[in-house]
T-cell receptor, first 112, second 117 residues
Framework: LAKTTQPISMDSYEGQEVNITCSHNNIATNDYITWYQQFPSQGPRFIIQGYKTKVTNEVASLFIPADRKSSTLSLPRVSLSDTAVYYCLVEYGSSNTGKLIFGQGTTLQVKP | GEEVAQTPKHLVRGEGQKAKLYCAPIKGHSYVFWYQQVLKNEFKFLISFQNENVFDETGMPKERFSAKCLPNSPCSLEIQATKLEDSAVYFC???????????????FGSGTQLSVL
């Protein structure tokens, strides 16, 4: 199973761009990279998913280099409400189990 | 419904008592997953279902944990003879298809906080 490594915590200020990098050195050819967000007392929520290069949606951007051994979640102009735990996961494109393996996540604290 | 509904939100049990947690997946979703979050940020996969059939139970402690997803009923996770270490937040999630790319995602409920005293 591809293991992910990401910083345990990050601090930022309102209005700044936040970049959270995740390492997944053992990612396989069919694997996708997915990010979830978890607020206190809630379950994780899907943010974005990508396979290679760059993916952008209304919430975030995901940058994946050519070797795919890492990925960077970019949150533009964060606000206090972006304070949460962010999980980087590798999903198995040809898996027959469908389960997600969560790492410890990155706790992002946004300050005023 | 359009969200995964978990009940109860909080459950307190004395050691040795039984605990039963419920999960109503999003209508039309075929897959249901149970996760246990013990320490902050640490998720442990327990079991998954494809409709009423067990799909993957590799994370289930066999002795005291059991789970079901019966037709026309909420899914359930039951812990017999709870122990202190069972104290955790138990999350249920559902998905329409088997995840593995193509923006398939898990939709999580808000969890059940189980406290074993």
């Amino acid at each position: 199973l591809a293991k992910t490594t990401q910083p345990i915590s990050m601090d930022s200020y309102e209005g700044q761009e936040v970049n959270i990098t995740c390492s997944h050195n053992n990612i396989a050819t069919n694997d996708y990279i997915t990010w979830y967000q978890q607020f206190p007392s809630q379950g994780p929520r899907f943010i974005i998913q990508g396979y290679k290069t760059k993916v952008t949606n209304e919430v975030a951007s995901l940058f994946i280099p050519a070797d795919r051994k890492s990925s960077t979640l970019s949150l533009p102009r964060v606000s206090l409400s972006d304070t949460a735990v962010y999980y980087c996961l590798v999903e198995y494109g040809s898996s027959n189990t469908g389960k997600l393996i969560f790492g410890q996540g990155t706790t992002l604290q946004v300050k005023p | 419904g359009e969200e995964v509904a978990q009940t109860p939100k909080h459950l307190v049990r004395g050691e040795g008592q039984k605990a039963k947690l419920y999960c109503a997946p999003i209508k039309g979703h075929s897959y249901v997953f149970w996760y246990q979050q013990v320490l902050k940020n640490e998720f442990k996969f327990l079991i998954s279902f494809q409709n009423e059939n067990v799909f993957d139970e590799t994370g289930m402690p066999k002795e005291r944990f059991s789970a079901k997803c019966l037709p026309n009923s909420p899914c359930s996770l039951e812990i017999q003879a709870t122990k202190l270490e069972d104290s955790a937040v138990y999350f249920c999630a559902s998905s329409q298809f088997l995840i593995g790319g193509n923006d398939e995602k898990l939709f999580f409920g808000s969890g059940t906080q189980l406290s074993v005293l």
